[in-house]
């Protein structure tokens, strides 16, 4: 059975920091596409940054120069250090790997930014 856990998620006031985690298992993570998605109240899920299993990174225009996701494969994890933070960055973020036509989730972490 495969599963995704974040982890990292809180309430933080604007301009701050925080890292996000997420251990699948189930998988052969290092063979897997990483990536982070999060959905905001009343809107859709967005991409956020995902990283290739040989390390290509690429990320939404929001968060350019913010936030930097990065891998471990001897860890079997997945991190998005998120900086400078707004208001706007509120969401559930989720984890998501992929390889090929197989797809999972994670059941996503909060993320509150206060102004």
């Known amino acids: 059975q495969v599963q995704l856990v974040e982890s990292g998620g809180g309430l933080v006031q604007t301009g701050g920091s925080l890292r996000l985690s997420c251990v699948p298992s189930?998988?052969?993570?290092?063979?897997?596409?990483m990536g982070w998605y999060r959905q905001a109240p009343g809107k859709q899920r967005e991409l956020v940054a995902t990283?290739?299993?040989?390390?290509?990174?690429n990320y939404a225009d929001s968060v350019k120069g913010r936030f930097t996701i990065s891998r471990d494969n001897a860890k079997n994890t997945v991190y998005l250090q998120m900086k400078s933070l707004k208001p706007e960055d509120t969401a559930v973020y989720y984890c998501n790997a992929v390889r090929g036509s197989q797809m999972y989730w994670g059941r996503g972490t909060q993320v509150t930014v206060s102004s």
């Open positions: 189930g998988i052969i993570f290092s063979i897997h596409d």
């Open positions: 990283i290739t299993s040989g390390s290509s990174t």
